[in-house]
């Protein structure tokens, strides 16, 4: 057993404090009607400065480090408890003492990578390309493109295996090809560089290496969609007969790889973007067969170095953190292990992150306000006014199938065949990572488990599921700023409540509209519907399109579409949730701290979503994230309700907030 001495404790006084609502967070100075978010927020946004170990900092984030602290104690219980262990504890503790052993990954240097790039370097031929490309992603090291298993969008009740385009280093298609990126494209060479000489490559060959790689990676962007263009559903699913794939990628031999992967036969794969994965095969002839492989061996030294020693772990860290992210310092070496273990082993540590910290009361409260939304949001769409009565029935019918899972899964992953060795991080991490890919590729045709969930139970987020048409909500989530069980219902309603309320609207956004009762993309709706709502979320388009998040740099309303319409849409249902609950407890109707209930809904709205970010941060995001800045989350939605006017007009001198107000839902 290694010494348990390098793990050192996790003192008490790093545990963050609660990140609550209140009202001292705001800058009452500011009008409401001209700055919402600094008024909320302001004081807030003064005195917390991003710390040097983040790229952003907001609610978020700081319920994420409680979090992260509270994890972090588990394992590292896990890591020094004596005797006999429960096997999932034995797991997480010797995983965590397998990241936290930076003597051993010191001594090992590039070892435990060396059989992978010995295995890419036998490759003799391009038609062996096939196996090395299936090793890699089966040891979840990115190349060419990415593949997944999820419920079948068109065929909702069993599995499908998936092909999406991905095989790149840098975060999406415009960093490639965007002169705002020159920079940034400048200094991934000079790190691409950096890697392969560590690795021990010649210095002459090195910077010839890195180039050869910049040049494959810039030919599969090239080819890549748009970001906006991913969230189209329809356009992104493409069915490929399993007979007709080696005739249509040739080089790519996707037979093989199926095989290789032990995915059951199927008569078809989905092919979300066909020209893309075209353009990867035609490459695969274009390209000599040592550049590609230089290309694969970047990506295994690219995958492996944060994991390793301090020197590659360091340089890893300072072309995707410090340069892309803004981020100054690498944060403390066990919240890093928190991130690792919560990736690879997650519903490990989520069962034991439970039995810790979720209590029934947070369970029964979230029920009550996701039953209360639910209420009015079918009501909101029984009285649409613009919606036929033919589409109406539709809808209501699939939202009577809708249903919630809150907290954790009633059943947990069962990781015991994946073998966790102390003193052997990066290969834990990949033996987990192919854990996950044999699952996935082994479940093709399958009918689909619906207790299955997409993230672990410490996550702070939610999501919605269109082919299930169901909202989850990890534990992680249900504590403050989101939920607080000792605020005030106004507060809660606006934090998580709006939260429900978002998830519950996606399953009607641009995208979660085309999902029908069963979760199959399908046309449902009238063409006069469609087109009304198509006039209102142009409307969405167009005033996110008009907000500017750094100078000349303004949101892109099309990539985060769906989300500005849940964002909209969400506050609008919470809010009426909690009219109806107000009316049923008219003592409730009253004043805290000087604000109406009305006015602490939105105020609670726009404190989840307070945050400060570094440039480099906000520049990738508007790139790459379907969501609009917090800036926008926390005052658009807001400014845009019919109430929020008058809830605010005796605070005001402006009187009058947003002058176009925008209603779908």
Known sequence: MADDNFIEPIGREEMPEEAKFSIENMDRSEDPMANFYRFANGKWIDTHPIPPDKSSWGGFMELLDRNTYILGKILEECALKKGKKRGIEKMAGDFYTSIMDQKTLEEKKFQPIEHIMEKVEKVSEKTELVNASQYLHSLGINNFFSVFSMPDEKNSSVYAFYIYQGGLSLPNRDYYLQDSFQKTREDFVSHVEKMFRMYGYPHKDSAVYASKVMKIESSIAKANRPQADLRDSEKNYNRIPYDQLDGKYRRLNLVKYLELSEAPAAEYIVVGQPEVIESVDKMLGE????????????????????????????????????????????????????????????????????????????????????????????????????????????????????????????????????EIKEGDLPGNIMRSETFEFLRESRRIGEKVDRELWLMTPPTVNAYFSPTENEIVFPAGILQPPFFDASMDDAVNYGGIGGVISH????????????????????????????????????????????????????????????????????????????????????????????????????????????????????????????????????????????????????????KKGMEKKIFIW
């Open 287 to 418: 390209y000599p067969l040592e550049e590609l492989k230089l290309y694969l061996k970047w990506n295994v030294i690219n995958f492996a170095s944060p994991y390793l020693h301090k020197e590659a772990e360091m340089e890893h860290f300072d072309f995707f953190n410090r340069k892309l992210l803004g981020q100054e310092v690498p944060e403390k070496r066990w919240k890093k292990a928190v991130r690792i273990v919560d990736r690879s082993i997650g519903e490990a540590l989520g069962e034991l992150y439970v039995e810790k910290e979720f209590g029934k009361e947070a369970r029964e409260r979230m029920e009550t306000m996701v039953n209360d939304i639910r209420s009015v949001f079918e009501e909101k769409l029984k009285g649409l006014p613009w919606m036929s009565e033919e589409t109406k029935e539709k809808a209501l019918e699939k939202f009577k199938k809708f249903r919630a899972k809150i907290g954790y899964p009633s059943k947990f992953l069962d990781y015991s065949s994946i």
């Open 503 to 654: 998830e519950i609207t996606h399953g009607f956004d641009d995208q979660g509209r085309r999902y029908d009762v069963e979760g199959n993309l399908k046309d449902w709706w009238s063409e006069e519907d469609a087109k009304k709502f198509t006039e209102r979320s142009d409307e969405v388009v167009k005033l996110y399109n008009s907000l500017e998040v750094l100078p000349g740099l303004h949101v892109n309303g099309q990539l985060t579409l769906g989300e500005n319409i849940a964002d909209l849409g969400g506050v609008s249902i919470a809010f009426e949730a909690l009219q109806r609950r107000l009316k049923k407890n008219p003592e409730m109707n009253r004043k805290i701290d000087g604000f109406t209930p009305e006015q602490r809904f939105f105020i609670s709205w726009a404190q989840i979503w307070r945050g400060n970010n570094r440039e480099p941060e906000i520049r990738r995001r508007i790139s790459i994230d379907p969501h609009s800045p917090n800036v926008f989350r926390g005052s658009i939605p807001v400014m845009n309700h019919e109430k929020f006017d008058e809830s605010f007009e005796d605070l005001s001198k402006a």
